[in-house]
């Protein structure tokens, strides 16, 4: 059996190696070359692209992915969707979701992987379903981790319950890399053995399982893999799709790509990526602490750069420790877009307070009062009741609790522009939309759609650009904290990141931009 090829080189590999700052004008030069491949997709847009467009880039997201669709046509573009989230950081009413599967779409997507942070197949419902009843293809995703509530069968639950929702195929996603390779054989046989369905493989290449982990997979009878173009792969990232191609040359399970092309492909971008150099994590090689913390690596990057930032470099290792803990606390939830930011957020805060839970952060409150939906196990029971304070835990699907909302947003966002002066696309839905999913940002984004100053600098080759410093949007949680005598104030922005730690008696220091593991 063929294997098909999915290439990540124009969203995830960028995103996990150097922040989701790869830049359309260095996507189109390529593009042609990508097409003719025959790659069974390619992945170039969601996940943290739309955010990092609008944020640091300056650049429309609805439109990079009318250029892609106009530059590579005979290849299928796939895109990740947060499940009920979308690409934002909460739950959207179930008419924004069906409104935006819809423009996606329509602006030339055609391969939705919908997954949700919870595992909780509520939360990729609606999805799903609008993505199917515009015509495109549905992927269910199971968002891959390990702990005393995760079994065989437990996969074997999620991937039954997202076939009754209506799926086109499912993906495995190993977001922190630590699907063993007999793990995955055994998980691809159990799926391909009990149900009839399309299955895909992704891995990140952190710990150095990866390649294993598919070639085994392959083994098991999955359909596809993700891979990266050799120069954009690895570390934080891939496996390497060249050497996926030569390992499986020859052989039943030959891809029929050609190698050559892929070389020059790999070429191009070797050249192009030094231009961001500035942004690149820290990792050589492996970073076998993740097998551990099952932590996604840029969420590592992102907290070794807060730590280091307030003289606190030496509690990487009990941050790392505390992690799993608080996961465990949380119901053994995985770590992936947004929960990795909020279990990691908490750490911190336990860490630096010196007691556990003394601060409790808002999102951390919100998955113990079940409002990102069902955790694997039930939570930490005192600390529920803590945050309660009396109530009831949400039990129904998040978004059930949720008015229809998308005419509302539209009055209010067209309001906003009339009074700002602010020029609408001409698919003003799309707009709408952007600033719908990012209020803050999305409308200083169109306010300086053409105002390339408002942005970070374009990176060049010669030499490494300072990086303008972002506006944030507003935090979401201020709280004190003290530390051997020393006082520091945590802001906590949308999503349950940390977005800057001050200390009391100085001026504020900016957190590093998180390299999004998802």
Not at 355 to 366: H, M
Not at 410 to 422: L, M, N, S
Request: with cysteine.
């Amino acid at each position: 059996m063929t294997i098909a090829i999915t290439d990540v080189v124009l969203r995830d590999a960028h995103q996990s190696l150097f922040a989701t700052r790869l830049r359309l004008d260095d996507m189109l030069p390529i593009a042609a070359q990508l097409d003719d491949v025959g790659y069974g997709s390619l992945e170039c847009w969601g996940g943290a692209t739309f955010d990092a467009c609008i944020r640091f880039l300056g650049e429309d997201p609805w439109l990079r992915l009318r250029e892609l669709k106009k530059a590579m046509p005979k290849t299928p573009l796939q895109m990740l969707l947060r499940g009920q989230n979308l690409l934002g950081y909460r739950h959207y009413a179930d008419d924004v979701v069906e409104r935006f599967v819809e423009r996606a779409v329509k602006n030339g997507m055609d391969v939705f992987r919908v997954f949700d942070a919870m595992n909780d197949p509520r939360n990729m419902k609606a999805a799903l379903q609008a993505v199917r009843s515009h015509g495109a293809h549905a992927q269910g995703t199971l968002s891959y981790t390990t702990s005393p509530a995760h079994t065989l069968q437990t996969w074997l639950d999620l991937t039954e319950q997202l076939l009754e929702t209506g799926v086109d195929s499912i993906a495995i996603k190993d977001m922190s890399g630590i699907l063993t390779p007999m793990a995955a054989y055994e998980l691809v046989s159990e799926i391909k053995k009990r149900f009839e369905v399309r299955l895909h493989l992704h891995c990140h290449a952190t710990t150095g399982m990866a390649e294993m982990a598919l070639l085994k997979a392959i083994e098991a009878g999955v359909d596809g893999v993700d891979t990266a173009i050799s120069s954009m792969s690895a570390t934080y990232g891939h496996p390497a799709t060249e050497a996926l191609v030569a390992t499986l040359a020859g052989t039943e399970h030959d891809t029929g790509l050609d190698i050559l092309k892929l070389e020059s492909i790999a070429a191009y971008f070797r050249e192009v990526r030094k231009k961001y150099h500035a942004f690149e994590g820290q990792l050589k090689g492996y970073d076998s602490r993740i097998l551990v913390a099952q932590v996604p690596g840029g969420m590592l990057t992102n907290l070794e750069s807060q730590l280091k930032q307030q003289n606190a470099a030496d509690k990487l290792d009990q941050v790392l420790a505390e992690i799993p803990r608080v996961r465990e606390d949380l119901g053994f939830i995985p770590l992936v877009t947004p929960t990795s930011q909020i279990v990691g957020t908490q750490a911190v805060l336990n860490v630096l307070t010196g007691e556990r839970y003394k601060t409790i952060a808002k999102e951390t409150a919100g998955i113990l009062k079940g409002e990102y939906g069902h955790t694997p196990v039930p939570v930490n029971a005192a600390l529920q009741a803590r945050v309660l304070e009396g109530g009831a835990p949400v039990t129904c699907r998040p978004a059930d609790l949720l008015k229809p909302e998308l005419a509302e947003l539209e009055a209010d966002i067209r309001r906003q522009a009339q009074e700002k002066g602010i020029q609408l696309a001409g698919n003003a839905i799309d707009d709408v939309l952007t600033v719908a999913l990012f209020p803050q940002i999305g409308l200083k984004f169109l306010e300086n759609r053409n105002n390339p100053a408002a942005f970070e600098p374009v990176p060049q080759a010669e030499a490494a650009q300072p990086v303008a410093k972002a506006e944030k949007p507003a935090a979401s949680g201020i709280y004190t904290v003290e530390v051997e005598g020393k006082a520091f104030v945590v802001k906590v922005s949308d999503g349950g990141d940390i977005s800057q730690l001050t200390a009391a008696s100085s001026a504020p220091v900016q957190a590093a931009s998180p390299v999004a593991p998802a």
